[in-house]
């Protein structure tokens, strides 16, 4: 077969050249159904756009892909600090892209990182991908999976035990004394989610006198946060969790705000708090905010050390699982 251009995809996809065009510079103005029969088409003809070919003609590009989840965690910033660090002692660059838990975004963010060449993506994905990340990784752009758990036979991925960090959050809570905890997290899709659940979960079970009530919310914000907060202390005084563990320092910090606009509960006395990151201002809220550790630098670091040798590697890369163990950071909302 000949060079592969925008005519040829454009024929297999049933589109115009024009959209091809717009789809490889401008992806999200492209239907999702549209943009999915033009990728198909690519990945069969091995289409090598226009940016693509400049970059090979004057050398491999030093640009990194990064499609994060929620750029709104504060741990985020941590993780991205640890990777730009990384990056720019290696002499990369490193382009962020929000997904916003958006599959359709993320599909648009991997096709402009795909399009223009980059030399490695790091992923936190929403859904299941392996189909386009071996896809990716077939046509020379090594993929590096964060905050998830892949298959080495596909590629390296990074992430933290979240299982044992739900574990530690509830065991922690139990050792105090506490018998009625509620769960706050969600959506209970999303991995790292339903792991922190899996962990409190498989604690409750270990006692026999305890109860866990789950809350399951679509949002992991401060905003979130405060409005569980008002319900629980609209409750009757005999109905509320004697703790909570929520499954972020976001969500945690709103619930504190939000049940202590009641004077009459006391952190920790009446209702004991666990959070989930150990972000900056955890150690300085209202109440000092008892938390389960990430380290989101070194965390960022390792991701981007992963990607350099899946780089370097090339096609004898052996693919690597990388896993964090977390750690307890107790304070006042749980010790008093």
Same mark, same amino acid.
């Given at each position: 077969?000949?060079?592969?251009?925008?005519?040829?995809?454009?024929?297999?996809?049933?589109?115009?050249?024009?959209?091809?065009?717009?789809?490889?510079?401008?992806?999200?103005?492209?239907?999702?159904?549209?943009?999915?029969?033009? &990728?198909?088409?690519?990945?069969?003809?091995?289409?090598?756009?226009?940016?693509? #070919?400049?970059?090979?003609?004057?050398?491999?590009?030093?640009?990194?892909?990064?499609?994060?989840?929620?750029?709104?965690?504060?741990?985020?910033?941590?993780?991205?600090?640890?990777?730009?660090?990384? #990056?720019?002692?290696?002499?990369?660059?490193?382009?962020?892209?929000? +997904?916003?838990?958006?599959? $359709?975004?993320?599909?648009?963010?991997?096709?402009?990182?795909?399009?223009?060449?980059?030399?490695?993506?790091?992923?936190?994905?929403?859904?299941?991908?392996? +189909?386009?990340?071996?896809?990716?990784?077939?046509?020379?752009?090594?993929?590096?999976?964060?905050?998830?758990?892949?298959?080495? +036979?596909?590629?390296?991925?990074?992430?933290?035990?979240?299982?044992?960090?739900? &574990?530690?959050?509830?065991?922690?809570?139990?050792?105090?004394?506490?018998?009625?905890?509620?769960?706050?997290?969600?959506?209970?899709?999303?991995?790292?989610?339903? /792991?922190?659940?899996?962990?409190?979960?498989?604690?409750?079970?270990?006692?026999?006198?305890?109860?866990?009530?789950?809350?399951?919310?679509?949002?992991?914000?401060?905003?979130?946060?405060? $409005?569980?907060?008002?319900?629980?202390? $609209?409750?009757?005084?005999?109905?509320?969790?004697?703790?909570?563990?929520?499954?972020?320092?976001?969500?945690?910090?709103?619930?504190?705000?939000?049940?202590?606009?009641?004077?009459?509960?006391?952190?920790?006395?009446?209702?004991?708090?666990?959070?989930?990151?150990?972000?900056?201002?955890?150690?300085?809220?209202?109440?000092?905010?008892?938390?389960?550790?990430?380290?989101?630098?070194?965390?960022?670091?390792?991701?981007?050390?992963?990607?350099?040798?899946?780089?370097?590697?090339?096609? /004898?890369?052996?693919?690597? &699982?990388?896993?964090?163990?977390?750690?307890?950071?107790?304070?006042?909302?749980?010790?008093?």
């Amino acid at each position: 077969m000949g060079a592969v251009g925008l005519r040829e995809v454009a024929a297999r996809a049933n589109v115009s050249a024009g959209t091809v065009s717009n789809f490889l510079n401008h992806p999200g103005r492209v239907a999702p159904d549209t943009a999915a029969r033009i &990728r198909s088409a690519i990945n069969d003809l091995g289409y090598v756009g226009n940016s693509a #070919a400049r970059t090979l003609r004057v050398g491999e590009s030093r640009t990194i892909g990064h499609i994060a989840f929620e750029v709104g965690n504060p741990f985020f910033h941590d993780f991205a600090r640890g990777v730009e660090e990384r #990056a720019a002692e290696a002499g990369y660059s490193v382009l962020i892209a929000n +997904s916003a838990a958006s599959a $359709e975004r993320e599909a648009s963010y991997l096709d402009l990182f795909e399009s223009q060449r980059a030399r490695g993506i790091l992923l936190s994905p929403v859904g299941e991908v392996d +189909s386009r990340v071996e896809n990716l990784i077939r046509r020379g752009i090594p993929t590096v999976l964060i905050d998830r758990v892949a298959d080495t +036979s596909l590629c390296s991925s990074i992430s933290v035990d979240d299982v044992a960090g739900g &574990r530690m959050a509830v065991e922690h809570l139990l050792e105090q004394g506490r018998r009625r905890i509620l769960f706050v997290g969600g959506p209970l899709a999303i991995d790292t989610v339903s /792991d922190r659940l899996v962990g409190a979960t498989s604690a409750i079970e270990r006692v026999g006198d305890a109860a866990l009530e789950v809350v399951e919310v679509g949002s992991r914000t401060i905003a979130t946060g405060r $409005e569980i907060g008002r319900l629980i202390r $609209e409750r009757p005084a005999e109905n509320r969790p004697d703790a909570i563990f929520a499954v972020n320092d976001l969500l945690a910090v709103g619930i504190l705000h939000g049940v202590l606009e009641d004077p009459a509960i006391r952190i920790p006395e009446d209702i004991a708090l666990v959070g989930y990151d150990d972000i900056d201002f955890a150690a300085d809220a209202v109440v000092p905010l008892t938390s389960v550790r990430r380290h989101g630098e070194l965390f960022g670091r390792t991701a981007l050390d992963l990607l350099q040798r899946e780089i370097a590697r090339g096609d /004898d890369v052996r693919h690597e &699982r990388v896993v964090f163990q977390p750690e307890l950071v107790a304070r006042r909302s749980t010790v008093g």
